[in-house]
Nanobody, 115 residues
């Protein structure tokens, strides 16, 4: 099991940047897959990015070139650097981890992109 806690959300203007963090309650060294999903108002949850233990990353087409996912095993933390944010990036961002076939979720952090 693992508890995931997101932080770093907030209000930012279009073109701005934020860095989201996902702190895990246990070592993430052996967690094969972790990542972020997001849910915009009135829409379903969609995949943003994933990262594996060998730091292989996968991004949704809508965020490629603007968002960068990384993990710092020594701090049991995963990061999502978000640059050149757009209005359509407004959403609640959820951290997730897959352990032994079970998906664990954080409670989410709200990112609002608005002028």
């Amino acid at each position: 099991q693992v508890r995931l806690v997101e932080s770093g959300g907030g209000l930012v203007q279009p073109g701005g940047s934020l860095r989201l963090s996902c702190a895990a309650s246990r070592s993430i060294f052996s967690i094969y897959a972790m990542g972020w999903y997001r849910q915009a108002p009135g829409k379903g949850r969609e995949l943003v990015a994933t990262i594996t233990t060998n730091n292989s990353t996968n991004y949704a087409d809508s965020v490629k070139g603007r968002l960068t996912l990384s993990r710092e095993n020594a701090k049991n933390t995963m990061y999502l650097q978000m640059n050149n944010l757009k209005l359509e990036d407004t959403a609640v961002y959820y951290c997730h981890a897959v352990i032994d076939g079970i998906v664990y979720w954080g409670k989410g952090t709200l990112v609002t992109v608005s002028s």
